[in-house]
């Protein structure tokens, strides 16, 4: 059975920062990309950031300098650092595996 779970959302200042993990088991990780996901009320899901799986890196331009995705393949797990968090960062985050598979989200929440 394939899981993705995702944690550490949370409510957070603007100008805070948050760290998401995903925890992948029941699926090969070490050899496929990895992404984040984020769907605001209203909108459609986009794209945040992707990580190969050769560690390269890329963020969409809103994100980019701001947040920092990671993967620890001895743990399975893809991390989501967020630095200088925005209002416009309030989002469900979605953990995206490229087999074809996504997890439940976790909400981030930016307001003072």
């Known amino acids: 059975q394939v899981q993705l779970v995702e944690s550490g959302g949370g409510l957070v200042q603007p100008g805070g920062s948050l760290r998401l993990s995903c925890a992948a088991s029941g699926i090969i990780f070490n050899a496929y990309d990895m992404g984040w996901y984020r769907q605001a009320p209203g909108k459609q899901r986009e794209f945040v950031a992707q990580i190969t799986s050769g560690g390269s890196t890329i963020y969409a331009d809103s994100v980019k300098g701001r947040f920092t995705i990671s993967r620890d393949n001895a743990k399975n797990t893809v991390f989501l650092g967020m630095d200088d968090l925005k209002a416009e960062d309030t989002a469900i985050y979605y953990c995206?595996?490229?087999?074809?598979?996504w997890g439940q989200g976790t909400q981030v929440t930016v307001s003072s």
């Open positions: 995206r595996h490229f087999a074809g598979y």
